[in-house]
Structure formats: C-alpha cells, structure tokens
C-alpha cells in the first residue's frame, strides 16, 4: 500500500524557515516523481516542486524558485521541502504527491495536481507575524 505522511509545518513569522517532510512507503523512488502542492484557502491546488530520483530532475514554481529546496534521504524514504525567506502568500496547506514517470515535460515541467496518483493528507503551513 502506498502512503505518504507529511509532518513540519506550523506557524512561522515572516522571513523565517521551516523543513516539510514526506516520508513515503509502499513503492520504489527509482521510476515515480515525487512532488510537493500546496492549496490555499479559496485556491486551486498548485505544483511547487518536484524532483525524479532516477534522473536528478529539480522543478520550482517561479514564487518559490531561490528561496524552497527539493531533496530526499532515500535511505530514510524522505523527501524534504526546505523553505526559506517565507512571506504571508506562502501559507496554505502542503501536500506531498507522488506519480509515475516525470515530473512533467519540457512544455509543462509540472504536471498538473490531477495526474499524480498518490497523496498525503496535507500539513498546514502559516507565515504570519
């Protein structure tokens, strides 16, 4: 069975960081894209990251890309979203998703929320002062 658990985020003021973490079972890392969503209130659902173990792919949204950093631990069956520089707009609630083959194409490097097969139940992140 394949789950993906997220845990990390929390309330953080303006300027600060916070860690996202997914640990992830049930399926090999080698062959899927891993993603992280985020959805804000009264939102759609939104890519912001998303890497391929097999091929070392590292996709940002351009809202995130310079301040949020993509990895994993597949020893540990982790992957991370390190946040830094957090403004108010980043608060929404984050997903962690995972899909088979990449994480988009070279017209659409992020494939939309609907064509990942594989979910988390979301973690709230708040950056507020």
């Known amino acids: 069975e394949v789950q993906l658990v997220e845990s990390g985020g929390g309330l953080v003021q303006p300027g600060g960081s916070l860690r996202l973490s997914c640990l992830a079972s049930g399926f090999a890392f080698d062959g899927f894209a891993i993603a992280w969503f985020r959805q804000a209130p009264g939102k759609e659902r939104v890519g912001v990251s998303c890497?391929?173990?097999?091929?070392?792919?590292?996709f940002y949204s351009g809202s995130v890309k310079g301040r949020f950093t993509i990895s994993s631990d597949k020893a540990k069956r982790q992957v991370y979203l390190q946040m830094d520089r957090l403004r108010p707009e980043d608060t929404a609630v984050y997903y962690c998703?995972?899909?088979?083959?990449?994480?988009?194409?070279?017209?659409?490097?992020?494939?939309?929320?609907?064509?990942?097969?594989?979910w988390g139940q979301g973690t709230q992140v708040t950056v507020s002062s």
């Open positions: 998703a995972a899909g088979r083959g990449a994480c988009g194409s070279h017209f659409y490097p992020l494939r939309p929320a609907n064509e990942f097969d594989f």
């Open positions: 890497m391929t173990e097999n091929d070392g792919t590292r």
